[in-house]
């Protein structure tokens, strides 16, 4: 006989309750972090972690996903920052290696494809080939399933990762200040101690940089100051203009440390885990992600829209800025020749 409780006991989670459970997991291991110093242990850095992207497309993954996925590679010492799917690697011949495991990621989809009826018939419509007509039709509640990644270095047979040519001619304050360049709004060294973000004036104010203790500490603020401003009404329109000490100010706070993670991570460079900002913040973080677990996926989803954001508008001032340094050296040299 099979009693009620058993029945509980035996019945299958569903995607929902799945992708809850996973979120409260990532949750508490930034919490375990945060209440030990740091959001990520220096002793595990590695830049390529927080550059997951699907083995086959090169996408990169966003929001919870990319975090989850990079926390996964840190503690798995992953070096390869590509992942793909049992299915997709069983297709393209290789296996997994035994003893390895995914990693679960959520899914959430906004449209879905139905059929086309038509309105006088009720039946339905077909093209010029007799297959039925299908149209994506957005949907009022997203579906929400799940999956699992493995790592490429998991996968028997898998092409070695390559790791890709990056120009590093440039300095830390070149960076800073195409960075500056590409801003949506005014930014003015002053000074003054602090640096902060003025939603109300849309303004970056930060100290002058001769007075950071490094120019990465320099370029990191202006970075942070910088993710806080994609959350203006005009730009990315997050609920930025709460009272200090407040829960949506702490998560605000968050979402900004997070984006200015990714893009150090976007431009290889080394991230200074000991800021005091970020040890300033860290209570205020656990209170408000203990309250409320799925405002983690929230504050990864914007920090992913910050940085992929910034860094957009940062290439095209690169690319700008790289064109008119050809063209000065091709003028030089036609007046040599």
Known sequence: MVTTKTKEKTKKKSAKEKVEENRKRIVDKLISNMEKGYIFSEWAWNRKAFLPRN??????????NRLNL?????????????????????????????????????????QRLEKVINEETGEVEKDEDGNEKKVLVDLKRPIINYFYLYNASEIEGFPPY??????????????????????????????????????????????????????????????????????????????IKNLFGTEKYALEELTAELSCV????????????????????????????????????????????SCNRLME???????????????????ELDEVI
């Open 313 to 331: 508008n940062y290439e095209k001032v690169r690319a700008f800025e790289n064109t008119q340094i050809k063209q000065d050296d091709e003028k």
């Open 70 to 110: 990079s926390f996964e590679a840190i503690e798995r010492g992953y070096n390869d920052p590509r992942w793909l799917t049992l299915k997709k690697a069983n297709e393209m011949g290789y296996s997994v290696k035994p003893g390895a495991k995914g990693v679960f990621c959520e899914k959430w989809i906004w």
């Open 262 to 305: 990714f893009l150090e991570a976007e431009l290889d460079m080394d991230i200074d885990f000991t800021r005091q900002d970020h040890i300033n913040y860290f209570n205020s973080w656990i209170t408000a992600l203990k309250n409320d677990p799925n405002e983690l996926y929230k504050v990864c989803s914007n920090a992913s829209k």
């Open 162 to 239: 390559i790791e890709p040519e990056i120009n590093k001619q440039s300095d830390i304050l070149d960076i800073a200040d195409s960075f500056i360049v590409s801003s949506e709004c005014p930014i003015e060294e002053k000074f003054q101690e602090k640096a902060f973000y003025s939603p109300i004036e849309d303004k970056i104010t930060l100290p002058p940089r001769k007075y950071f203790k490094s120019d990465e500490a320099f370029l990191g603020t202006l970075l942070h100051e910088m993710s806080h401003s994609t959350g203006n009404e005009k730009r990315l329109n997050r609920d």
């Open 55 to 64: 083995a086959v497309t090169g996408t990169q993954y966003q929001g919870i």
